[in-house]
């Protein structure tokens, strides 16, 4: 089975601190994405990646980076943590570039920013 | 605008019932329609559908898209405890050379014993 890790399931910081969120596949899987999702505004692309150091920006990339180093491991990166980034972060991960639709998610990181 | 509606928002119903969810989408140039089940946090795939009037099935679940009227529905069957979770529809499109996911606000099913 393929598995999707990510390092915390719950994290508090406080405004203005930097962030990492980390986001381990074990399938050798080109495409990795990171998500947040927020009630009544469901779920919503940050950035996605396709290849390894390779990153494009999805629908809310402001005030978030991203990190692939490795082709196993997607980084997202608060640079200055806000209180309007309290959210579920969700990172997922799908078998090969331009394959969008069975995607694979990690549990979740709820993020709460005070 | 594009946009992926989910009906109804929550639902509550008994062990043994049968439930229909349903994805109505507004979307151009329509690549695929998918199905997630979210447990607790994790979003795990159900089903994708790209034809119309191919119905898809997993044990008590079935799907079926209409790309006529624009929608989708989900099926489930005799349904168990088990079922209890929040139902996720997203629908892919191409956007110019790109390809782009819209996901629905989902279902919340609860499955009462």
């Known amino acids: 089975d393929v598995k999707v890790t990510q390092s915390s399931r719950y994290l508090v910081k406080r405004t203005g601190e930097k962030v990492f969120l980390e986001c381990v596949q074990d399938?050798?899987?080109?495409?990795m994405f990171w998500y947040r999702q927020d009630p009544g505004l469901g779920l919503r692309l940050i950035y996605f990646s396709y290849d390894v150091k390779m990153k494009e920006k999805g629908d809310i990339p402001e005030g978030y980076s991203v990190s692939r180093e490795k082709k196993e491991r997607f980084s997202l990166i608060l640079e200055s943590a806000s209180t309007n980034q309290t959210s579920m972060y969700l990172c997922?991960?799908?078998?090969?570039?331009?394959?969008?639709?069975?995607?694979?998610f990690g549990s979740g990181t709820q993020l709460s920013v005070l | 605008e594009d946009k992926v509606v989910q009906s109804p928002l929550s639902l509550v119903v008994h062990e043994g019932d049968t439930v229909t969810l349903n994805c109505s989408y507004e979307v151009t140039n329509f690549r695929s329609l998918l199905w997630y089940k979210q447990e607790k946090k994790a979003p795990t795939f159900l089903f994708m559908l790209t034809s119309s009037g191919i119905e898809k099935k997993s044990g008590r679940l079935s799907s079926i898209l209409d790309k006529k009227e624009l929608f989708s529905i989900l099926n489930i069957t005799a349904t168990q405890t088990g079922d209890s979770a929040v139902y996720l529809c997203a629908v892919l499109y191409n956007a110019g050379n790109n390809r782009k996911l819209i996901w629905g606000l989902g279902t919340s099913l609860a499955v009462n014993p």
């Open positions: 997922a991960s799908s078998v090969t570039r331009g394959v969008y639709e069975k995607l694979f």
């Open positions: 399938m050798d899987h080109e495409n």
